[in-house]
C-alpha cells in the first residue's frame, strides 16, 4: 500500500479557484494526488465529489515556509502556481504577485522540482492585427503595445520564470491562457450564455458587445494542456 510520500503528488496553488480546481482534476484523473494550496477552503462541486481523492493545505502563497513544508510533508513533484494573491487593480497587485512567483521558484530551485507559471493571453498586450498568434511570436517586453497592470505583471512573471530556467536549471515554463470558460466558473461568458439558450430553446439577443473577438478556451482543454 502507497504511503503518502510514496504517491505521485503535485502542488497546485489556487487550487479552489476555476482554473486550478480543473488542472488538479486532470491530474487527479491521471493517478496524482493533488495538492490543493489555497487561501479559501471552499471547494467546487466536481472536487468534493472526489474529495478522499485529493488534499487540501490552507496557506498563503506569499508565506515561503508554509510552502516549503507543504512540499517536503507530501513529496512534492511539480508546483502549477495558478494563484493571484491580490486582485487585478489594486495597488500591489505587481509587488505581491513578484514576491509569490519569485519564492515559489526559489522552491523549485531549492528542492529541484518542476514549476508551471499559469499565465494570460493579457501578456500579448494590445493587438490591432487581427491575424492569429504563431508558437514563435513574442510578446513586447513591457515596452511596445500598450498593457495594463495585470499583463505586465504576468509579463514580469514570465521573465522570472524563464530566467530561473536560464540561470538555475528549473525545469519550468509559462502557460498563457485565454478567456476561459466552463465548468466551476461564475463568469457568464458568452459560450456558457450562448450554450443555456440554446439548450433551453429561447431566442439569445446582444444588446451590446457582438463585434467582440475573443479566443475563448474550454477549461478542460486548459487542464489538459497543463498536464
Known amino acids: 500500500e502507497e504511503t503518502e510520500m510514496e504517491k505521485r503528488s503535485v502542488l497546485v496553488t489556487g487550487g479552489m479557484g476555476f482554473v486550478g480546481a480543473n488542472i488538479a482534476l486532470r491530474f487527479l484523473e491521471e493517478g496524482y494526488e493533488p495538492i490543493l494550496y489555497d487561501i479559501s477552503g471552499k471547494a467546487i462541486d466536481f472536487l468534493e465529489e472526489k474529495k478522499?481523492?485529493?488534499?487540501?493545505?490552507?496557506?498563503?502563497v506569499e508565506d515561503w515556509r508554509r510552502v516549503v513544508e507543504t512540499v517536503e510533508t507530501y513529496g512534492v513533484e511539480g508546483i502549477i502556481h495558478c494563484?493571484?494573491?491580490?486582485?487585478?487593480?489594486s495597488r500591489e497587485m505587481a509587488?505581491?504577485?513578484w514576491e509569490a512567483c519569485h519564492q515559489i521558484l526559489e522552491v523549485c530551485r531549492l528542492r529541484r522540482i518542476k514549476f508551471v507559471f499559469i499565465s494570460s493571453n493579457a501578456a500579448y498586450g494590445y493587438r490591432p492585427d487581427p491575424q492569429p498568434l504563431r508558437e514563435t511570436d513574442f510578446a513586447p517586453i513591457l515596452t511596445?503595445?500598450?498593457?495594463d497592470e495585470y499583463g505586465a505583471m504576468k509579463q514580469m512573471c514570465e521573465?522570472?520564470?524563464?530566467?530561473y530556467h536560464a540561470v538555475h536549471g528549473v525545469d519550468s515554463v509559462s502557460c498563457r491562457i485565454s478567456w476561459v470558460?466552463?465548468?466551476?466558473?461564475h463568469r457568464g461568458w458568452y459560450p456558457q450564455w450562448f450554450l443555456s439558450?440554446?439548450?433551453?430553446?429561447t431566442p439569445a439577443k446582444l444588446e451590446?458587445?457582438?463585434d467582440h473577438e475573443a479566443d475563448y478556451t474550454f477549461v478542460k482543454d486548459v487542464a489538459q494542456g497543463v498536464y
Do not use: C, E, Y
Open 197 to 201: 439558450h440554446a439548450l433551453a430553446g
Open 83 to 89: 494563484a493571484l494573491p491580490i486582485n487585478p487593480g
Open 95 to 97: 509587488k505581491s504577485n
Open 144 to 147: 511596445g503595445s500598450p498593457l
Open 208 to 210: 451590446r458587445g457582438g
Open 52 to 60: 478522499a481523492n485529493w488534499k487540501f493545505v490552507q496557506g498563503d
Open 181 to 185: 470558460f466552463g465548468p466551476g466558473t
Open 159 to 163: 521573465a522570472l520564470t524563464t530566467m
